[in-house]
């Protein structure tokens, strides 16, 4: 696919595993990301998005 890159390449050029990118796909914070069958495809061009995991081991409670 033309424009898209497969899990497997955009983990390389991220230095992230796969199975976070993927479950970052899941939960929808890889712009633009589209699944085809059992296969995500991410564009070209987007970015890394941010780390918001928790680092300092502590949970953080956000109000809803």
């Known amino acids: 696919m033309k424009g898209y890159k497969k899990i497997s390449e955009v983990s390389r050029d991220w230095g992230i595993s796969e199975r976070r990118i993927n479950t970052l796909c899941l939960e929808g914070r890889i712009n633009g990301a589209e699944k085809f069958g059992n ?5 070209d061009d987007t970015e890394k998005p941010k780390d918001e995991r928790i680092k300092s081991g502590k949970y953080v409670k956000k109000d809803a």
């Open 39 to 43: 296969v995500w495809a991410i564009p």
